[in-house]
């Protein structure tokens, strides 16, 4: 081993500073033995502590030299094998990791040929022995190395050059070679001795074990982030009255998958559910109890409960998901664009920052509520003004918590850098706020989503509410074709009468309250009819002979989309047409 090893700037001493062990007759001199002993286990501890591949090669590179060899080259399978299985033997191998030469970057796939001395070499955990160029005797060795290099680029090499090549291997297959040369000197070279050798070939061993932990967490971490990825929405809902972004950034893979999701669920009225939640924890179990928990939530809103109404029955599910607590936080919106006010619910969660159509930005202060899985806990719902211009961003604890930055810190940064940026579109607010992010500082998933708020302006809405009684249809009809004539959509009125007699007739059979009735035009007109009765109505074939019915079916044939929601203890109705000569902005 080398006189005075000198650790790169920033780093740590990679292991003991410590001089070129003595000569194999005086190995088993205590002082000696102490220093190596102490050396392989401060380098096998450094190779091991990362689960990352190209951090584990770094690692080794940092071990070899300068302490052991001048220059180090990793060469591994191609493609890299799934290490569960055995893959067979290798048939190409790459270089993955060099340190301290430029050797073999630019080589590409070495190929494996069967029956080679490379494929001896793989299929075998004891190394060949050293090379020293220029010297005679070192056939079987040359093979090796022409073979793994090339001829070019060992012949590249001045004479006196000391290579040494050992095989990687993990628990179940051969993974590639490691590479050790030491360059010639003023002195000449002093080649791999017996003890160095063996040093070698011990750090190779451990090596190929880290390689191929490394490997197989990569597999696992990419099975989960995929999983993850999958539970999350690829596309949110555009509902009128609102532009919806998000993003969601896994963690680095030096750190587990977490639980982090976002999510928008359409309402009647035009509304719309803005959801943001996070797992605790950093597992593919934390990934799994997310898209339980999403999916309860998309549940819930379509139940159009109160927020702090769908934090309370979430909070009832993780309870259900086992006996082990699976905890979580959640922040509930939901923004009704022709009100201009949204309702946030929170548990546990960090608050959203509300942007005012001025640019004054704030951090909502919210009940904060415990987590979802605490039990026992209630939550609050508040109300709060968000006119046209104004914008909420929902977002996890990854964005503004890092290990070198608190969470409060993190949090007046974010709020001051969207009070100063000037937002133009949700997609721009989801960019303002990742640029708060410090390089290479993150370990922790994020999910954002942005809503900017352009509302619905009170002249295109149009709404009553009609005592159940016989005559009530009729004025319903007549209602609808004034705002109709009002808004200049005189195409529309002779369908839309027919499909408001129908659903309000329907509506008044079985309701104790008043029905209501609205009209919204955007580009689209949409009609909602609304009762106390919680009974969905279902499309049926009428016989020939019943005089009832075929209310749903005129409704399906005239309109270009219908459907039925619940709303709390009753349900609304409603169907969409569009309006003549305007391409809709919402795919139908």
Known sequence: MRDHLKPSAGQPPAVPEQRRPPPRDRLDEPPRLAERLAYLDGAARRINSSLDLP?????????????????VVVQLRDPLPNVETDPGRPEALRVHHTHGTRLGRRTGLRPVAAGG??????????PDGPLVLGTAGAGAHRALLTELLGARSLGRLPAGTALLALPLHGRKTALGMLLLIRRPGKEGTTPFDAADTATAAHLATQAGLAVDTALRYTREWEIADRLQRSMLPAHLPQPHGVRLAHRYLPGERGAQVGGDWYDSVPLPGNRVALIVGDVMGHSLTSAAVMGQLRTTAQTLAGLDLPPHEVLYHLDEQAQRLGREQHLATCVYAVYDPIAN???????????????????????????????????????????????????LLLFTDGLVETRRRPLGTGLELLRSRLATAHLHSPEHLCQEALRILPPGDRGDDIALLAASFDGIPADDVAYWYLQPRHETPGRARRLAAHALRRWGLEPLIENTELMVSELVTNAIQHATRPVTLRLVRTSLLRCEVGDDNAALPRSRRAGPDEERGRGLQIVSRCADRWGATRLGTGKVVWFEQRLPGVIPTRPF
Not at 362 to 385: H, K, M, N, R
């Open 341 to 391: 006010r949204v309702v946030v619910a929170n548990a546990g969660h960090v608050p959203p920052v509300l942007v005012q159509p001025g640019g004054r930005s704030e951090l909502l202060d919210l009940p904060p509520g415990a987590p979802i899985g605490v039990g026992g806990v209630d939550f609050t719902s508040v109300a709060l003004p968000a006119p046209p211009g104004s914008a």
């Open 117 to 126: 001395p490379l494929a001896h070499a793989l299929r075998h955990r004891l």
């Open 55 to 71: 951090g584990t090669l770094r690692n080794l590179g940092r071990v070899l030299v300068p302490t052991l060899a001048d220059a």
